[in-house]
């Protein structure tokens, strides 16, 4: 009875630690601006940064909604189809190994090259907006699930694919009971890597193929030595980061119940 | 339980030769002998002689080199009618317990609710009730070997092959194990063909015992055991008992 609260108290910090560790890295930031009386356009203080996503600015012609939206809507399409296409691209891969030895080597060209820079020519070829974003995207994002679902569906124990063989199951039963199950933590780091740069394709895809979103908002803003919408922005694309994350790490406990039972949080 | 009737599994003559990287591994020399159907035989031989080998040899798990392995088709479907129990438990980790009992229910298509009770009265009789819903990762190595034996027997398989079911289990579950084993073995009138390193384990459990040479092993003795059933832990005290169980240890020691 007698450490139950302190219980509670220990679940709460482990819940508020990484939070905490924001906000006073948010403080020493503004500190230091305020210190160190550094120009607003080289770095706005947190405080002005926010003021500008909060508090309606005169001189804006923009509304910080309607871009959110719009990017949070360019965010959930791309990752879903990064998600989906790559899964199903590394099943494809790891069917059959004459496929896998053809194609893997043309997607590690794909993703050495610098998307970024091939960008303006995908807008060329597709033109502007929502589709060429989302591939765009998809090419800065797609190579970890696709390559840690290929090595999840391979690494499994051979001894293990003794127990289907004996009974005579089949190739898809094969896939379905045993490669698949086995590689879904290999999926999920897959999906988490990927998570954290679909935002940053999202954002280039912004940058070149759109006039909307919060990729738009920093690239203009920057045109105009406008510092404190960056910022805001920036602000904003972690915290889409950060949440994507979470969302994904989450969904893994719901999918893996075998990995989490019994053990806690910290 | 040897009747005179037809056996439910002969092998002729099965070679096995591994090759890797050029070298060549005479692990099978030669060997021959029938299973009857109800029969308990066990497999005893130095380590690396080739019991592993020859069992997944008989479950297809493996190709033979040379020989034959005879089975009458119309009684005897060896690719569906087999339980195998692994050296290791093998449970797939991802699975609840009652999900890995009825794996081979799901590889062979049959109907899995209506199997559902069966895998909880195999869970029972090995001495897991009430695990169902775990996960492998939450039973000792002991408990996973027995799901992986509840496993093996829920298509009620007709030949059930046990590679060293026991072997890593402690010397008092382990006799328990032995017992319950002869108990479902009784019961449910399987045939079965089990290897072990244990020479009373072997005595205590069989009709019959097969002795294998080292590599490349053959047939060194194949021995009955006459001993009463139903056998109880006082067998073990039994002068035949020490007697076949000397027999079985000095071929080992010629062989
Ligand atoms: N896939 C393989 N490739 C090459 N050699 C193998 C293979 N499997 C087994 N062997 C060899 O064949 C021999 C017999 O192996 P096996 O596993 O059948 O022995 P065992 O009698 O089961 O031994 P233990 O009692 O230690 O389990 C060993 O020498 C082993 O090295
Ligand atoms: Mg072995």
């Keep these: 009875m007698k450490n139950l609260p302190t219980l509670k108290l220990s679940s709460l910090w482990a819940r508020l630690k990484t939070p905490l560790v924001v906000f006073v890295l948010l403080v020493i930031w503004e500190l230091c601006v305020r210190a160190f009386k550094i120009k607003e356009y080289i770095l706005p203080s947190p405080i002005v940064a926010l003021q500008h996503l909060f508090l309606p600015q005169p001189d804006a012609n923009y509304s910080w909604i309607v871009h959110i939206r719009i990017t949070l809507n360019e965010l959930v399409i791309s990752f879903l189809v990064t998600s989906v296409l790559g899964i199903l691209i590394a099943i494809g891969l790891a069917w059959n190994s004459t496929i896998k030895k053809i194609i893997m080597p043309a997607f590690v060209f794909l993703n050495s090259l610098p998307i970024v820079a091939i960008a303006p020519l995908l807008v060329l070829w597709f033109g502007y907006g929502l589709k060429t974003n989302i591939l765009i995207a998809f090419l800065v994002s797609f190579f970890p699930v696709v390559i840690n679902t290929t090595v999840g569906l391979f690494e499994i124990e051979d001894d293990l694919l003794d127990l289907v063989k004996y009974l005579h199951g089949t190739k898809l039963q094969i896939f379905l009971k045993l490669r698949l199950p086995n590689s879904l933590p290999y999926i999920f780091t897959g999906l988490k890597i990927s998570s954290t740069m679909c935002v940053v394709g999202v954002i280039v895809g912004e940058f070149v193929a759109s006039d909307k979103g919060l990729g738009y908002i920093i690239i203009n803003s920057q045109y105009t030595m406008d510092s404190p919408p960056i910022f805001a922005g920036l602000m904003l694309v972690s915290l889409f980061g950060v949440a994507l994350f979470g969302i994904v790490s989450a969904l893994e406990r719901l999918c893996m119940p075998w990995q989490f039972r019994g053990r806690n949080e910290n | ?255």
Excluded at chain 2, 13 to 34: C, Q, R, S
Excluded at chain 2, 91 to 112: C, F, G, Y
Aim: overall charge positive; proline content about 5%; some cysteine.
């Design chain 2, 1 to 255: 339980m040897r009747d005179g009737s037809k056996p439910l599994l002969s092998l002729k003559n099965v070679k096995k030769t591994f090759t890797t990287g050029g070298t060549e591994l005479k692990a099978l020399g030669d060997v021959t002998f029938d299973v009857c159907p109800k029969e308990f035989v066990s497999i005893v031989g130095p380590s690396g002689c080739g019991k592993t080998t020859l069992l997944k040899i008989i479950a297809g798990l493996l190709p033979k080199s040379s020989g034959e392995i005879i089975v009458d088709k119309k009684d005897f479907d060896i690719t569906r009618e087999v339980g195998f129990v692994f050296q290791k438990p093998l449970l797939l980790h991802w699975r609840k317990v009652i999900d890995n009992v009825l794996l081979p229910i799901e590889i062979l298509k049959k109907d899995r609710k209506a199997m559902e009770e069966r895998a909880q009265y195999l869970l029972a009789l090995v001495g897991l009730e009430g695990f169902e819903d775990r996960y492998p990762g939450e039973l000792s190595g002991g408990m996973q070997q027995r799901v992986s034996i509840a496993r093996a027997l829920v298509h009620d398989p007709k030949l059930l092959l046990m590679d060293e079911p026991f072997g890593a289990l402690d010397a008092i579950t382990r006799e328990r194990l032995n017992i319950e084993l002869l108990r479902i073995w009784q019961e449910t009138g399987k045939t079965i063909l089990f290897v072990t390193h244990g020479i009373n384990e072997a005595v205590f459990l069989s009709d019959r015992v097969i002795v294998l040479s080292a590599r490349p092993s053959r047939m060194i003795e194949s021995l009955d055991i006459k001993l009463p059933r139903p056998r109880q832990q006082e067998v073990r005290v039994q002068p035949e008992f020490g007697a076949y169980a000397l027999e079985i240890y000095k071929s080992l020691e010629i062989g």
